[in-house]
């Protein structure tokens, strides 16, 4: 191969490798690293909420030490975050996957729902149920709790493993107690609620 040809290729190769990754990082990036909050107006009828993203849904210290144990144990490998659009996958049909269908806010999952996460946990495979809210359908601690330490208690035919080692058995009957790394998981797992209302600015500018 001449070294004419040698740099073509090597420059076809580059931009093959360098254009997806602009179009598809670079650049979504620098536009959502720069995003402000969208106030809502009176038409969306919003009360008690300035703006979208709203950075108080999503809950730091405690829940971001959460987000470790969530990465360390694997959880992103069998769940999404992410409601895909209806002509990508069946997510907004399956119960409860799309948010809160019973408040009309169920919804395909949005760029701005992660604004407030340094890192987000899109997951790897829809083997278990997608987590983007699931801090709006499990809104008990101690349902949570029990999820983890006994899945197969909620639901006979989960395939979900069993997280006992980050509890303790309690002295007292045959219970067990949360460590700090459980109680850390839940407050993470609780804070996801990314279904917020999309304000009708951003919906009619799409």
């Not at 002509?87 to 919804?107: C, F, I, S, T």
Request: glycine letters at 10%; aromatic letters at 10%.
């Amino acid at each position: 191969m001449s070294s004419n040809k040698f740099w073509k290729l090597l420059g076809a190769l580059g931009a093959v490798f360098a254009l997806p990754w602009l179009f598809l990082i670079v650049i979504p990036f620098l536009k959502m690293s720069n995003a402000e909050p969208v106030p809502y107006s009176e038409e969306d009828g919003v009360e008690g909420i300035a703006a979208y993203p709203d950075k108080t849904l999503q809950r730091h210290g405690a829940s971001d030490y959460g987000r470790q144990i969530y990465a360390a144990e694997g959880c992103a490998y069998c769940h999404t975050q992410v409601v895909r659009p209806t002509y990508a996958g069946p997510d907004m049909w399956r119960p409860g996957w799309g948010g809160r269908e019973e408040d009309g806010l169920a919804r395909e999952t949005q760029p701005g729902d992660y604004a407030t996460e340094k890192v987000a946990m899109l997951g790897y495979q829809r083997i278990g149920q997608d987590l983007s809210n699931v801090g709006h359908r499990i809104t008990s601690r101690d349902l949570m709790h029990q999820h983890l330490v006994e899945p197969k208690s909620l639901d006979p035919n989960s395939g979900m493993p069993a997280y006992k080692h980050l509890y303790k058995k309690s002295s007292i009957g045959s219970g067990y107690v949360p460590t700090g790394k459980a109680e850390a998981l839940v407050d993470y797992l609780m804070s996801l609620k990314k279904d917020q209302k999309i304000p009708g600015a951003i919906v009619s500018g799409s």
